[in-house]
């Protein structure tokens, strides 16, 4: 699965690497199935925690998954928050879940580096870690990663950083579109950005951090025009940022941290359903978890080259045979019209056509989503085994039926 990821990167000279983390919660009443506790330590719920590198495009559309790491965690210790914090302010990074981030990017970037590709690397706010920080600058690679604390600066006579950021001048206004979620709809959002270099100072503190050290970057502020609380982004990379066409490369950047959590809303929700598995141990389990990513993977590329690269061949991401049934199905759906259908349908043209197959009901509810192709796609796979079936067939004869016993 990584590999054909690299592979579709090929020639690409750099793509996005969206890190992220997430949790399968599982179905296991008894403990018998050795899943370990994940979410809060007040909800007691078990399951598996995985961390995801994705590839994507310049353009926007996925490539696949380039790295993937499961665990489970150990059975949660009876501590209060403040007994929480103390011990985890001891404990060496490496023995910390955040440390995953790191591992799923440094392999990301092996293994698009093998193939001279490289990596720019996306990471939400829990990125906002001197560890994960410095760990991404150790690597090499670019990177643009959300910030959370109005953090303190090198030399210290500096302002904060929110204030230094405030006084800086505009980089200009830019557009950009906010996907939809489950607690908001989809709108057009117009930003101001300001940015400026800047060396965050990470002070000693206990025995895991017993010296100060200084990271020089970018910090760059992304606030929304006219809009009172508003998207108010903080963004750190060591990418420079010095004009209007680097300041809306950088938003560009992160921007694409989205596709990651619509591919974990597929993966776990939208038909592929992987946290409704009844499989008893955490090896069937991880097994049947990476198949579903790679099933989740190519809804969401699907959903994108529709989008993106409309006028590209089918043939180019759907095998021959199913487009060879997707056309037998639109020539029994527009019999009465007797209207002509083209000897290679485009990207656009055979994902709706899938996507009807799973319920889309036209252009009047936007494009085809992830749930109508999910739909549309499980029964494609359908006709071209029907087809394949009736094909190995002898004339006049009828399917030898499959015995429950076979």
């Not at 981030?101 to 001279?116: D, H, Q, T, Y």
């Not at 008893?280 to 994108?304: C, F, G, N």
Request: hydrophobic fraction near 40%; include cysteine.
């Amino acid at each position: 699965m990584f590999n054909a990821t690299v592979a579709r990167a090929q020639g690409s000279g750099c793509v996005y690497v969206v890190v992220d983390g997430s949790a399968l919660s599982l179905t296991d009443e008894n403990g018998a199935k050795g899943f370990g506790p994940v979410g809060s330590p007040n909800r007691e719920v078990s399951g598996l925690k995985v961390m995801n590198a994705l590839a994507v495009a310049r353009d926007g559309v996925p490539l696949g998954l380039v790295d993937q790491i499961f665990w489970n965690r150990p059975a949660t210790e009876t501590m209060t928050r403040a007994e929480r914090v103390k011990r985890n302010a001891a404990r060496p990074f490496e023995d910390k879940e955040t440390s995953y981030f790191v591992e799923a990017a440094k392999s990301a970037i092996a293994r698009l580096g093998a193939e001279c590709i490289d990596a720019w690397v996306i990471i939400d706010r829990e990125a906002d870690d001197r560890n994960i920080l410095l760990g991404l600058h150790e690597a090499g690679c670019r990177f643009t990663i959300r910030g959370r604390w109005n953090r303190r600066l090198w030399p210290s006579s500096e302002p904060s950083l929110h204030a230094l950021l405030e006084a800086e001048p505009s980089l200009g206004q830019h557009t950009i579109e906010i996907g939809r979620t489950g607690r908001r709809a989809a709108r057009t959002a117009v930003v101001d950005v300001r940015a400026a270099q800047v060396i965050l100072r990470f002070p000693a503190r206990g025995p895991a951090y017993p010296r100060q050290e200084g990271l020089r970057l970018f910090a760059v502020r992304v606030r929304e025009v006219g809009v009172t609380d508003g998207l108010d982004w903080l963004l750190y990379t060591n990418v420079p940022v010095i004009s209007a066409e680097h300041a809306h490369a950088i938003v560009e950047s992160y921007q694409v941290r989205w596709r990651i959590e619509e591919f974990h809303r597929t993966w776990k929700q939208g038909e592929c359903n992987v946290e409704d598995a009844q499989l008893r141990s955490e090896p069937a389990l991880i097994k049947w978890a990476t198949l579903m990513s790679a099933v989740a993977m190519r809804i969401e590329r699907l959903k994108y080259l529709s989008r993106k690269k409309p006028d590209a061949p089918a043939s180019s991401e759907f095998a021959l045979e199913e487009i060879e049934a997707l056309k037998l199905d639109q020539r029994r759906r527009m019999k009465p019209k007797r209207t002509r259908l083209p000897e290679m349908p485009s990207m656009r043209e055979a994902t709706r056509w899938a996507a009807e197959l799973g319920g889309w009901t036209g252009e009047r509810n936007g494009p085809p989503g992830s749930i109508t192709l999910a739909r549309g796609l499980e029964r494609l796979g359908y006709l071209v085994e029907g087809i394949a079936l009736a094909r190995s067939t002898p004339a006049g004869s009828t399917p030898r039926a499959i015995s429950r016993r076979t």
